[in-house]
Nanobody
Framework: QVQPVESGGGLVQAGGSLRLSCAAS????????MGWYRQAPGKQRELVAS???????KYADFVKGRFMISRDYGRNTVYLQMNNLKPEDTAVYYC???????????WGKGTLVTVSP
C-alpha cells in the first residue's frame, strides 16, 4: 500500500486561507470515505472532515463553516479548503481513509499548517 501524499500547507496569518491536496493510491481512494486528519504538537491525531463516495460530508465542530472538503475521483485526490484560519488550526494535516486504525494504517508525511496570530 502506498502512502498518501499531502501538500499545500504553509504559514498564514489568522483569517487567511489555504487549500490542501492529497494524492492517494487507488487502494486508499477506493475506500468508501476519505478524510483529513490533523495532529497538533502534544495532541492526538483527530479527524477534521470526511467525504463518502455517496457524497455525505461530515465536519468536526471546530471547523464547521470554515473548512470544505472535496474529492476528485479522476485524479484520486482529496482537497481541503480552509478559510478563516485560526492559530488553533496549527497542526500537521494528513489524509487517509475513514475510518482508519491510527496505529496500523499507512500515513503520509502530512503537510504542516502554521497560523500566526
Amino acid at each position: 500500500q502506498v502512502q498518501p501524499v499531502e501538500s499545500g500547507g504553509g504559514l498564514v496569518q489568522a483569517g487567511g486561507s489555504l487549500r490542501l491536496s492529497c494524492a492517494a493510491s487507488g487502494s486508499i481512494f477506493s475506500s468508501n470515505a476519505m478524510g483529513w486528519y490533523r495532529q497538533a504538537p502534544g495532541k492526538q491525531r483527530e479527524l477534521v472532515a470526511s467525504i463518502a463516495r455517496g457524497g455525505i460530508i461530515k465536519y468536526a465542530d471546530f471547523v464547521k463553516g470554515r473548512f470544505m472538503i472535496s474529492r476528485d475521483y479522476g485524479r484520486n485526490t482529496v482537497y481541503l479548503q480552509m478559510n478563516n484560519l485560526k492559530p488553533e488550526d496549527t497542526a500537521v494535516y494528513y489524509c487517509n481513509a475513514v475510518p482508519v486504525n491510527y496505529d496500523t494504517a499507512y500515513w503520509g508525511k502530512g503537510t504542516l499548517v502554521t497560523v500566526s496570530p
